[in-house]
């Protein structure tokens, strides 16, 4: 479970504080792009479902959602690709 925590760690911290002028995009990018290789290639096979079993349930929550915005939209593709094993 270690590398699930580091991950919420790091985006924790990175929501929480935000700079003046905001955040750098950028810096932003980078952390998604790893937080997103994280849970592609270096968890566990439990800690693979139990992050999958709650991309599950997120995704069930927007696809109920009768007029999604378009980010919304985008999280339903990119949730579904996680879960199918689609993400590289």
Aim: aromatic content about 2%; hydrophobic content about 45%.
């Amino acid at each position: 479970m270690n590398n699930i925590a580091n991950v919420l760690i790091e985006l924790l911290c990175h929501v929480t504080v935000e700079p003046d002028g905001g955040h750098d995009i950028d810096e932003t990018a980078d952390l998604q792009i790893d937080a997103w290789q994280t849970l592609i290639h270096d968890l566990s096979e439990p800690e693979t479902l139990l992050v999958k079993a709650a991309a599950t349930r997120k995704l069930n929550e927007l696809q109920i959602i009768s007029t999604p915005s378009v980010e919304q939209e985008q999280l339903i593709g990119i949730l579904g690709a996680f879960i199918d094993d689609e993400l590289q």
